[in-house]
């Protein structure tokens, strides 16, 4: 079956950084764009990357531009997140979704095909 795991969260000092990966199963990766999204408490889940199948085009909205990098390794069917400079507004629980091979535009939630469970990102001093 198709499983998306998320690993990597946990406390982190504002502006300060973390690492977060996604290891997928059960569907053919190199086919699939990945994206990262976040949903805070009583907050819409938000998509803050997404990276083609072919890994030759990718999507930051502008909030995370510059701080936020999405990369993947086809071989280990894997995507990581590097997020730098984390903020007071960053905080969330953050979730690994697949879909369409090519990013659209804004990448919107009901987009995707498959999700994982989340991993939860909290910064604070």
């Known amino acids: 079956q198709v499983q998306l795991v998320e690993s990597g969260g946990g406390l982190v000092q504002p502006g300060g950084s973390l690492r977060l990966s996604c290891a997928a199963s059960?569907?053919?990766?190199?086919?699939?764009?990945m994206g990262w999204f976040r949903q805070a408490p009583g907050k819409e889940r938000e998509g803050v990357s997404c990276?083609?199948?072919?890994?030759?085009?990718?999507y930051y909205p502008d909030d995370v531009k510059g701080r936020f990098t999405i990369s993947r390794d086809n071989a280990k069917s894997t995507v990581y997140l590097q997020m730098s400079s984390l903020k007071p507004e960053d905080p969330a629980v953050y979730y690994c979704?697949?879909?369409?091979?090519?990013?659209?535009?804004?990448?919107?939630?009901?987009?995707?095909?498959?999700w994982g469970q989340g991993t939860q990102v909290t910064v604070s001093s």
């Open positions: 990276i083609s199948h072919s890994n030759d085009s990718t």
């Open positions: 979704a697949a879909g369409p091979p090519a990013c659209p535009l804004v990448p919107t939630a009901a987009w995707y095909d498959y």
């Open positions: 059960g569907f053919t990766f190199e086919y699939y764009a």
